[in-house]
DNA sequence: GACAAAAAAGAACGACCGTTCGTAAAGTAA
DNA sequence: TTACTTTACGAACGGTCGTTCTTTTTTGTC
């Protein structure tokens, strides 16, 4: 029942492609409706205003991201196969996802950090929500004592999502092919350091 | 000679102002009149064009982050006294340089990372003078003999790089009052792991 | 103080912005 | 088919965007 759902979850795939492309701030009304061949009054009454469109599209963009990522690594064993299994899948989410540039919502983290209202909420809940998923998967490295009872997973899981940003950057700013390589080798350096003094 | 000349600087203090606060995208002719007093067409007649104004305002931003950053820090002494002395200013330098909010470059960089132009090409050109003086300050530091001489400088400015990009993010997004305590943790750990062996 | 050069203002432009409203088309259920 | 609701369109709004002109004011020099 209901077209009008098909439509919006439409429109908001495109959303994402168009934030990939050209940032969160490149989500116009105009340049959607222009996306999707929908009009532009057609469009905005799937939403009823920009603010609740841009936070429709966080919360689609987190929604996939939990599945790119999170979701598959936990066919993987808890511990180290678990943290290397969710880092693989972020480094190349939004390949898998379908989006050809980069992650929408690094471009919101970054757009709205200083822009207070319900958008940043919504950014800040999924950012906070990653930060403890992330933490909680280093624990469990604690708990099958593969990583030491004195590991701090909050700086674990701090670092870790450095590294991911140190990758977006070398990746997509310098063009540097051997971005990957270089995050992978520092996480594996990162689980090393971590672990029981052999 | 020239009130123009006082007059463009000032400009630009203010456009840097405002990326810092808003982003490279709030960068606008109008909004930087009304910030300096100027009229519109006063304020476009310094620069012929906004992607010039964007691509001056780059150069001010980068040139402002090297007097900040690595200029003081050229008076440690050579290797891990100037690594430190680097990284710390680095995570205070949008206050010491009088910007209340975030990185201008840093917001340019995510903003214009899938956009070709000029405005890209400087951005690109100060992130790769950045790392290559980062790469340059942990060679100096295996010079030195406090890091082994197998230590790879830039797989460990790519890691430096990420720790203060995750700073960014949890002071600024995440309102984290540990952030920059985090990040200096890991510095150390950063430095610990790749020094000899002991 | 006169005079040329530089700097700033003012008005207007076409384009796009988010948004509103009235209307037409499409879908749904009886 | 009828009646009703949902969905989409088209036109228009006030506002801001970057940009282009022309005119006025300010600056620096003889």
Not at 176 to 192: T, Y
Request: proline share 4%.
């Amino acid at each position: 029942m209901g077209k009008g759902e098909d439509t919006r979850s439409m429109i908001l795939d495109a959303a994402l492609a168009q934030a990939s492309e050209g940032g969160f701030e490149s989500l116009t009304i105009g340049t959607l409706a222009a996306r999707t061949g929908l009009s532009k009054s057609g469009l905005f009454a799937h939403f009823g205003s920009r603010e609740e469109l841009q936070i429709a599209a966080i919360d689609a963009a987190a929604a996939r991201f939990a599945d790119t990522v999170f979701a598959p690594a936990l066919l993987a064993e808890r511990g180290l196969p678990r943290l290397r299994a969710i880092f693989a899948h972020w480094l190349r989410w939004t390949d898998d996802s379908g989006l050809a540039y980069g992650c929408p919502l690094h471009a919101a983290a970054i757009e709205f950090d200083d822009r207070p209202g319900p958008v940043r909420d919504h950014l800040v809940g999924h950012y906070e929500r990653l930060q403890r998923n992330l933490e909680r998967a280093f624990a469990l490295a604690v708990d099958t004592g593969e990583l030491p009872a004195d590991a701090d997973p909050g700086q674990l899981a701090f670092e870790a999502l450095g590294l991911v940003f140190a990758y977006y950057h070398a990746a997509r700013l310098l063009r540097r092919a051997d971005a990957a390589e270089r995050a992978r080798a520092a996480f594996d350096r990162l689980l090393a350091a971590a672990a029981p003094a052999a």
